[in-house]
């Protein structure tokens, strides 16, 4: 049974970071792409794409919002969302994702994402 987990959320001050990482299991989703996603407080509604990673971690695509700030990475089926420099507006519960698709590219879209974790809270405090 496939199985998605996020940690690391919590309060941090605005400049500073936090370290994101989401378990995926079994060790076969390593060869899957995957994702992070984002729903800031109010929104009901969808979710906003942060980055991706292909299967091997040789490629990344971030949201213009994030780029420059966010760094993501994986070590097989662990990915990471290194968060510098946040700001106020990337308070949120932060979602990881894995696409069913063998040695994939990187996928902004949600909806191709097969897999998801239950979400960790991130807030930023000013």
């Known amino acids: 049974q496939v199985q998605v987990v996020e940690s690391g959320g919590g309060l941090v001050q605005a400049g500073g970071s936090l370290r994101l990482s989401c378990s995926a299991s079994?060790?076969?989703?390593?060869?899957?792409?995957m994702g992070w996603f984002r729903r800031a407080p109010g929104q009901e509604r969808g979710l906003e794409f942060v980055?991706?990673?292909?299967?091997?971690?040789?490629e990344t695509f971030y949201s213009d919002s994030v780029k420059d700030r966010f760094i993501i990475s994986r070590d097989g089926a662990t990915m990471y969302l290194q968060m510098n420099s946040l700001k106020r507006e990337d308070t949120a519960v932060y979602y990881c994702?894995?696409?069913?698709?063998?040695?994939?590219?990187?996928?902004?879209?949600?909806?191709?994402?097969?897999?998801w974790g239950q979400g960790t809270r991130v807030t930023v405090s000013s």
């Open positions: 980055g991706t990673i292909n299967w091997s971690g040789s």
């Open positions: 994702a894995a696409r069913r698709r063998a040695y994939g590219d990187y996928e902004r879209d949600a909806a191709q994402y097969d897999y």
């Open positions: 079994p060790r076969t989703l390593a060869i899957y792409p």
